[in-house]
């Protein structure tokens, strides 16, 4: 009796301890379960980095392509638009990029040193594929002749011919182009009276242009000469009307540039009058004088 209650004790002991080893397995698995998990999670950090890596060196070689291959290196500069500008000057800017890269020329600073030139207005520098930097300058141009001073003519057979008016070339801004005979002005440029060197001469310079050009036929057929001293004081030379034939020219107070539809309408009319001189400086109340 004694035996058999030892041996159940046994069996008890026994089945006891079968009972507790699910618990130590499932301890195992899930430790497993979390190796793997950690595994992979590896895995894919070292798949991020590659692709990371790859990616970066891909990326590398692509700028490097780009920026730094001969494809891509300045090895030719095109100049346009010159004219009176030495071309020399603008190559000595524009060729200190050839050799680097195209991507990185410095167009705003060569468009700036090209653009200190005396005679050009502005510049456009801008990159063209393969290798090439263009240079697009658009010169001063002449819009009026302004009177300089006079020199010694030319001596013809022992005899001078007298001074020679000498005109200086201006273009719109009052930035003289250059100094030649009167007789040597092209033809289209106008002639006019205009100071430079002060804070009013632009202003004086496109004042009178702007009255130039808006007179009508009947007057600047007889323009002899234009000018000021002033933006309102505007003046005018024309040739007398027949009847006036004692004249060669008579003055016109012409004042600023507005109204100069009104005012040559106003002067043709006064003009049939006999006069020396004509103010249309207010159309509304035009005079004259003897």
Do not use: C
């Not at 004081?233 to 539809?261: C, F, H, M, Y």
């Amino acid at each position: 009796m004694a035996k058999a209650k030892a041996k159940r004790t046994v069996t008890a002991s026994r089945s006891a301890g079968l009972a507790a080893a699910p618990v130590r397995t499932r301890s195992v698995v899930s430790k497993t379960s979390a190796q793997r998990f950690a595994a992979r999670a590896r895995a894919r950090r070292r798949r991020q980095t590659l692709i990371a890596v790859t990616t970066v060196i891909a990326v590398t070689a692509g700028v490097w392509a780009v920026i730094f291959s001969p494809w891509a290196t300045v090895n030719q500069v095109q100049i346009a638009g010159l004219d009176r500008v030495s071309e020399s000057e603008v190559r000595a800017v524009a060729e200190t990029e050839l050799g680097h890269s195209l991507l990185l020329a410095r167009t705003g600073e060569i468009g700036a040193q090209v653009g200190k030139l005396r005679l050009v207005k502005d510049v456009e520098v801008s990159r063209s594929w393969p290798g090439v930097l263009q240079v697009e300058v658009n010169e001063r141009r002449p819009v009026a002749a302004l009177p300089s001073s006079r020199v010694a003519g030319n001596s013809t057979a022992g005899e001078s011919t007298g001074p020679m008016l000498m005109m200086q070339l201006v273009d719109d801004e009052g930035v003289v182009i250059e100094t030649r005979p009167a007789k040597n002005v092209p033809a289209g440029v106008p002639q006019i009276e205009v100071e430079l060197g002060h804070k009013n001469s632009v202003a004086n310079l496109r004042g009178v242009l702007a009255v130039r050009e808006g007179l009508p036929e009947n007057l600047s057929s007889r323009l002899k000469a234009i000018g000021t001293s002033s933006p309102d004081g505007i003046w005018l030379r024309l040739s007398a009307p027949l009847k006036n034939a004692g004249n060669r020219t008579v003055l016109v107070q012409w004042g600023d540039a507005e109204q100069g539809e009104q005012k040559a309408t106003v002067l043709t009319a006064l003009l049939k009058q006999k006069a020396k001189s004509y103010d249309v400086r207010a159309p509304e109340m035009p005079s004259t004088a003897s």
